[in-house]
């Protein structure tokens, strides 16, 4: 099986070359925004040498982390002002999916002042064909996905000043408050009213009176809606409305329960008790929709076709 393809990221900065460079280039920098890596250290080299060691690693929870050693060449800087950094990388650690690969950084000045900053990347895998099937499947376009969430978290801290563990909280925040909203709906929508109506939700719609005869397809209409309002929640996360609308159907559908049965506003886990946790979920997230880092703002495959390695602007590898 053969191996997928390399990875390439691409961005544009508003931000001076030095500033992008520091903050790429600095390994206490770097670390800050860089989802990869959770510890970057160079190693001790001689004033005049081309070639700069480092040391990595990344914490995969549990207390566990897998580490490698790479060596980053010096800048190379074209006429219009853009710069190219490459960079070989491996690791021993058997528990490393990732043997070795290799990679380039590239800045490069645009005519509107900014800067196009991108990656390209490939790497050789260890465990044979299974590691490869993995690698395609899942570990590569994670891997993908998370270095183009980082580039996106570099350009909000440099051009407006959100520092990347804010958009790291931020983001885990947003994610936990958006799924636990919409695993209310879903299972709201599944299980009292689609799988078991029996268990109470059938007695409150035949006691509101409002579709006499029909309560059972009412009823299993209602629970489908939900969980529609569910997977709504999820694909339009980051929109506003989402949560405005989805809150005035949830005070709606309270009103309604209490309408239909009062009694059940004074009951220990009621509409009432279900509700208000449901409202806060969705304040939560739509609080924290704005801002966030996106993987999808980063360009994935280069404007101009590349050779393997690069391009005539890049590095061969």
């Given at each position: 099986m053969r191996k997928g393809k390399p990875i390439y990221v691409e961005t544009v900065i508003e931000a001076d070359m030095e500033t992008l460079w520091r903050h790429t280039q600095t390994p206490g920098l770097h670390e800050q925004w860089d989802l990869r890596f959770s510890e970057i250290a160079y190693l001790p080299k001689a004033p005049e040498a081309r070639v700069q060691a480092f040391r990595y690693a990344t914490h995969i929870g549990f207390g566990l982390n897998?580490?490698?050693?790479?060596?980053?060449?010096?800048?190379?800087?074209?006429?219009?002002?853009?710069?190219?950094?490459?960079?070989?990388?491996?690791?021993?650690?058997?528990?490393?999916?990732?043997?070795?690969?290799?990679?380039?950084?590239?800045?490069?000045?645009?005519?509107?002042?900014?800067?196009?900053?991108?990656?390209?990347?490939?790497?050789?895998?260890?465990?044979?064909?299974?590691?490869?099937?993995?690698?395609?499947?899942?570990?590569?376009?994670?891997?993908?996905?998370?270095?183009?969430?980082?580039?996106?978290?570099?350009?909000?801290?440099?051009?407006?000043?959100?520092?990347?563990?804010?958009?790291?909280?931020?983001?885990?925040?947003?994610?936990?408050?958006?799924?636990?909203?919409?695993?209310?709906?879903?299972?709201?929508?599944?299980?009292?009213?689609?799988?078991?109506?029996?268990?109470?939700?059938?007695?409150?719609?035949?006691?509101?009176?409002?579709?006499?005869?029909?309560?059972?397809?009412?009823?299993?209409?209602?629970?489908?809606?939900?969980?529609?309002i569910g997977a709504a929640v999820v694909r339009w996360h980051r929109r506003g409305w989402t949560f405005g609308a989805q809150a005035i159907l949830l005070i709606l559908l309270t009103a309604a329960g209490a309408a239909a049965q009062p009694s059940l506003m004074n009951a220990p886990f009621g509409p009432l008790t279900l509700a208000l946790p449901m409202l806060a979920l969705s304040g939560i997230a739509a609080g924290t929709a704005a801002g966030l880092p996106r993987a999808g703002n980063c360009r994935r495959k280069p404007a101009t076709p590349e050779r393997r390695g690069g391009n005539r602007d890049a590095v061969h590898l």
């Open positions: 897998i580490g490698g050693t790479g060596r980053a060449a010096a800048a190379k800087e074209g006429q219009d002002g853009s710069r190219v950094s490459a960079l070989r990388f491996a690791s021993d650690d058997p528990r490393s999916l990732i043997r070795s690969g290799a990679g380039y950084w590239r800045y490069v000045p645009l005519p509107d002042g900014k800067l196009a900053f991108a990656t390209r990347y490939d790497y050789d895998t260890r465990f044979g064909a299974l590691g490869r099937l993995f690698d395609r499947a899942v570990f590569r376009p994670l891997f993908g996905w998370a270095t183009a969430w980082s580039f996106d978290a570099l350009k909000l801290w440099l051009e407006r000043g959100i520092a990347p563990a804010l958009s790291l909280r931020q983001t885990l925040t947003h994610a936990l408050s958006v799924l636990a909203l919409a695993s209310c709906w879903i299972y709201e929508g599944l299980a009292p009213k689609m799988l078991h109506p029996a268990s109470g939700e059938l007695a409150l719609m035949q006691a509101a009176g409002w579709f006499p005869g029909r309560e059972e397809q009412a009823l299993f209409a209602l629970g489908a809606a939900e969980l529609l």
